[in-house]
């Protein structure tokens, strides 16, 4: 078994306070990286985290909120999050809108707010739009830290993730010849969010030189939806002799951009997000979602999707009745798996999923 040193939370944080920078809870989904690296702000990103006890939420959110959603304010509410500088809440979903508009409005927190507004379509409006928007935060982000990176510094950051983005599509692309778990591999995925561009790149690049090599010959499915939590469905699909082949999840694949065309930092971090790959949150189209899906199972030699949805997740459900007729007409076979990341996984679930997977099985003979 590959052994791979990934540092925790704790320790990227001790560690980036230690070198004078600052902390930045950042909550789902997209967001530009480089812009606060530039301000030598470290992201750590806030996925729930699953598990958390939601009762001081409760109080703050109607019940019918994504427990995403809910574990994320019940998080900062323990004082988990003390430890920041800075809270980033994108408004990736009302949800998540909601969630801002507590934070600025009622709970009032010591630490700096930063809210960004996300556009819904692909076009030259929403890039400027973002822009502007990203401009504005650049501003925020001035004042609180006292300097201003330059656009040299901007770019270089922009890069260093256009490079690392590059990578990722080489390990999704590598996947299905590395003998890895489901669970190994999106923990060193995953590491993204918290960890420096260097620790990162250095981590995926060990990996694909000394992972070992060999045709996995399991069922491969692409796993869909916000995050992979519980992170027990992965190892429920291996032990099912299935795998992950690739995602579309918000946390992983779903954040996976291209590269800019603008000379304008700005603009180039905006091209980035805005056509980014097809995502609920962000409005897509149906038929732009469809094929995604369906090219993401051609890239990973998947022969069916499991849509892992977080429960009350309004964006992803809107999709799934048209997603799912327009995929078994291409022949392609899907399962829908509700969840919450706070509560274990049902013995329901896992029948669901070892069946699905013996079926794709079948279907190969």
Known sequence: MLHIDIPSRKEVIEKAKSEGKKIAAIYPIHYP???FRSFDIQPIEVWGP????????????????????????????????????????PHSCDSLQGLGSIFKDFIKPKQELVTIYLPREKDRENVEFL?????????????????????????EEIKKEEEIDELVGKFYRERKDLLLSSREFYTILRSREYLSPDNFKSILEYTLLNASKVKLKKIG????GLIPEPMDILDVIDETDGFV????????MRRVYGKGNSNDPFEKMAERIVNGPPDPTKGNSFNERFEFLKSLTEIGGAKGIVFYNVKFCEPEYFYHP??????SSAGI????????????????????????????????R
């Open 131 to 155: 822009s502007n928007e990203l401009k504005r935060i650049y501003r925020q982000l001035a004042e609180f830290c006292g300097f201003e990176p330059n656009d040299e510094k901007l770019m």
């Open 245 to 252: 082949a690739i995602d579309d999840m918000a946390c992983c």
């Open 33 to 35: 990286r480089g812009l």
């Open 333 to 364: 076979k899907s399962l829908i798996i509700e969840t919450d990341i706070n509560e274990p996984i049902s013995q329901q679930t896992i029948t669901r999923i070892k069946a699905f997977i013996e079926m794709l099985r079948e279907n190969e």
């Open 322 to 327: 048209i997603l799912k007729e327009k995929l």
């Open 50 to 89: 699953p598990k958390t006890d939601t009762k001081k939420a409760n109080a703050h959110l109607q019940s019918y909120i994504c427990s995403v959603v809910q574990s994320g304010l019940s998080f900062y509410l323990e004082g988990y999050l003390d430890v920041v500088d800075l809270i980033v809440v």
């Open 221 to 224: 499915v692409v796993l869909s």
